[in-house]
Nanobody, 127 residues
Framework: QVQLVESGGGLVQAGGSLRLSCTAS????????MGWFRQAPGKERDVVAA????????YYADSVKGRFTISRDNAKNTVYLQMNTLKPEDTAVYYC????????????????????WGLGTQVTVSS
């Protein structure tokens, strides 16, 4: 069993930055690929960014490419999402998730591939 706790969300003006953190407990995070998803009101939950177990491979949704950066610190069991140049359309609840894997380099895009989820953190970007 893995517990995930997100933090770092909040209210920010357009153009600002936030850094989300997600800390895992229960099992070492190094056995997992990790991802960030978001869900805006009335919309489906979509992948924002994902990172492989090794940290050497990453994926970004087109809507955030060049503005967001995903990283991980396995020693701290934590994955980060640095969000810069935020836009009102980035407003959503952001969730982190982990996928148990023996493969170091693969990243996972579908929410159905993830095994454990955090409760989410709200990000609101005002115009």
């Amino acid at each position: 069993q893995v517990q995930l706790v997100e933090s770092g969300g909040g209210l920010v003006q357009a153009g600002g930055s936030l850094r989300l953190s997600c800390t895992a407990s229960g099992r070492t995070s190094s056995s997992y690929a990790m991802g960030w998803f978001r869900q805006a009101p009335g919309k489906e939950r979509d992948v924002v960014a994902a990172i492989s177990r090794s940290g050497g491979s990453t994926y970004y949704a087109d809507s955030v490419k060049g503005r967001f950066t995903i990283s991980r610190d396995n020693a701290k069991n934590t994955v980060y999402l640095q969000m810069n140049t935020l836009k009102p359309e980035d407003t959503a609840v952001y969730y982190c998730a982990v996928h148990s894997t023996l493969v170091y380099s693969r990243i996972y895009y579908s929410e159905y591939e993830y095994d454990y989820w955090g409760l989410g953190t709200q990000v609101t970007v005002s115009s």
